[in-house]
């Protein structure tokens, strides 16, 4: 809501193991709509999305794989939420589902 003045709590929202989908994003904008600053991340770079558990299975091992790589993706996600200007930087959040639970 740009016609709320003041900053807001941020919330990270982690994507499930079928990949940064709609289903991230529509928990973003409900959280928006509630008065929050929502930022679904993709963990999995590149859009990646599954439509099968066998693929998904396969994006999350792959990630999992590199933790460093998991916590460097999650760690700029929160500097860009934090850093956002309707965003009051002492009060983030995160909610994840599924593999992003795990995140």
Not at 22 to 43: H, K, V
Not at 59 to 86: G, W, Y
């Amino acid at each position: 809501d740009d016609e709320f003045g003041q900053k807001r709590p941020g919330v990270l929202v982690v994507h499930e193991w079928w990949g940064h989908n709609e289903f991230a994003r529509n928990q973003a904008e409900r959280l928006a709509s509630a008065g929050y600053t929502a930022f679904a991340l993709d963990m999995y770079g590149s859009g990646k999305q599954a439509d099968h558990p066998d693929t998904a299975q396969k994006f999350m091992q792959e990630a999992t794989s590199d933790m460093d790589q998991v916590k460097a993706r999650f760690m700029k996600a929160m500097d860009i939420l934090k850093n956002h200007e309707s965003v009051d930087a002492s009060r983030i959040a995160a909610q994840g589902y599924c593999f992003g639970g795990a995140v």
